[in-house]
């Protein structure tokens, strides 16, 4: 509501953030209410809260800072955590940030974990808790289908794709060694072609 | 026995292999926690997974309950630091190098070439899990009705694993 009273302020947001900084409180309660809040995938409620509510990144770095925390090793939502806090305060903004969206699911999933150490066997909870584990298997293939749709150069990756699980599933390789093999395998396929003469020439 | 170590190092490593997303992990976690460590049974890591995805924040959260059952709170503790410490430290130098990666040509390879593995190790971590999660038609109902759910419809995920639990009730209660 504050961007419409103030027409300056809305045109700064179209262009980039208005906010290039935040102070370390800030930080922390915003990943702290992103990490209470967001259930069912944190992507969505990082969005809503970075981009539309508080300015810190607009929309285009927020996908670049989207396909970087998918490439590297780490949680989408911790990876952004560190991105985002990284812009905003350096590495304090990083630590507030992480350190944030981590609470309150760790303290949930601490008090989760005593509980079913002690109830796991009760028969309701084992009943429920099948269902549960057939719904999460149906939400990971959903995530694969969205990122397949999303992030896939052309068809020859299925190939790459069907090479991984063949590997890790079928051929029982450790996870590190196929994302060597074939991580190494994909880059080549897609290594940059026009551009290697200009480096050679260079 | 004190496990810190042992959970350190397991989680530690673990992180690494977390390329596009926790389940890519699986099935190496799987191997290390309870074929390895036996920290815990495989149907328990799959119920503390599935259950995880309805507690908010990132989705792995629930390595924290093995670090509490094998170490206590200073295992808990212990796997925090050790799961998302070195990811952590990696995206920081990445995100100061990546602006000057922008006209490096290798960057858009790098980044082409690992999501259809990242994709494939998310699918290969599922497929563990099917393993131990699908059996029989009730389950595999569940799993394919939440799955053409969430393809059809922009639904909250959690509460379809929320959805799931009840019909885990009706399903599996002795009568």
Known sequence: ?202 | MNQIPALVRVFAYLSLLTVGGGMAAFPEMKILTVEVHKWLTFPQLIHLYSVGQMAPGPNMMMIVAIGQWAGGILGALAVLVAFFGPTALLAFLVARLWKKLERWPWRTSIQQGLAPVSIGLLLAGCFTMAKGAIFGLETAAIAVGVLLILLQYKINPALLVLAGAVLGVLSFMPQ
């Open chain 1, 1 to 202: 509501m504050s961007d419409v009273a103030n027409p300056a302020l809305g045109a700064a947001v179209s262009a980039g953030p208005v906010v290039a900084q935040a102070s370390i409180g800030q930080i922390f309660l915003e990943f702290l209410i992103i990490g209470a809040t967001s259930f069912g995938g944190v992507v969505p409620y990082l969005r809503g809260s970075l981009v539309t509510k508080r300015h810190w990144v607009n929309d285009k770095e927020f996908v670049e800072m989207l396909s970087i925390s998918q490439s590297l090793p780490g949680l989408n939502a911790t990876n952004m955590a560190v991105l985002v806090g990284e812009k905003l305060h350096g590495a304090l903004g990083s630590l507030a940030a992480i350190f944030g969206i981590c609470l309150p699911g760790a303290v949930l999933m601490y008090i989760v974990g005593i509980f079913y150490r002690i109830h796991g066997d009760h028969i309701w909870i084992t009943a429920a808790l099948k269902g549960v584990a057939a719904a999460a298997v149906g939400l990971i293939l959903s995530t694969v289908v969205g990122l397949s749709k999303k992030s896939l150069a052309g068809k020859f990756d299925f190939i790459f794709i069907a090479l991984t699980v063949i590997a890790v599933n079928r051929l029982h390789q450790s996870v590190p060694r196929t994302l060597i093999g074939v991580g190494l395998l994909a880059i080549l396929f897609h290594r940059p072609r026009n551009k290697r003469k200009e480096s050679v020439a260079q």
